[in-house]
Structure formats: C-alpha cells, structure tokens
C-alpha cells in the first residue's frame, strides 16, 4: 500500500532527503515556505484537508536564529 505523505519545508535539504525516502514506496508532497507557511494554523488545516496525508512530517525550520 502506497502511503500519501505530506513534507513541510521542502526547500531544505532535511525535507529532500525525508521526501526522497519516502518517494520509494509513497506518494510524497513536498511543499516549500511559499506554499505552506507552517505559523499559519488555517492554511496548515486546508493543506492536510487537501492532501490528506497518512503520514505528515515536519521538516520545516528557521535557521538564523543569532
């Protein structure tokens, strides 16, 4: 059974390596910041409404933290 997965923070390179795992045997969405800002509680509800997804995983981070 294909698993449809839903990756958050597509453009860094954790969210590439976790979508490319998963591509082997799931169905993967990828989605960058510009897509999905993850700090926005009603666009994260539609996306997961829209993809439906039996596996979310969150790879999104901010990286400038100083």
Do not use: E, K
Not at 6 to 20: D, E, F, K, M, N
Not at 38 to 44: F, L, N, P, S
Request: negative net charge; hydrophobic residues 50%; aromatic residues 4%.
């Amino acid at each position: 059974m294909r698993r449809r997965v839903l990756v958050t923070g597509a453009s860094g390179q954790l969210a590439g390596a976790v979508a490319s795992v998963f591509g082997r045997d799931g169905d993967v969405t990828a989605l960058t910041r510009a897509a999905l800002d993850i700090t926005d509680d009603a666009a994260v509800s539609a996306a997961v409404a829209a993809h439906r997804p039996d596996i979310l995983v969150n790879c999104a981070a901010y990286n400038d933290v100083d």
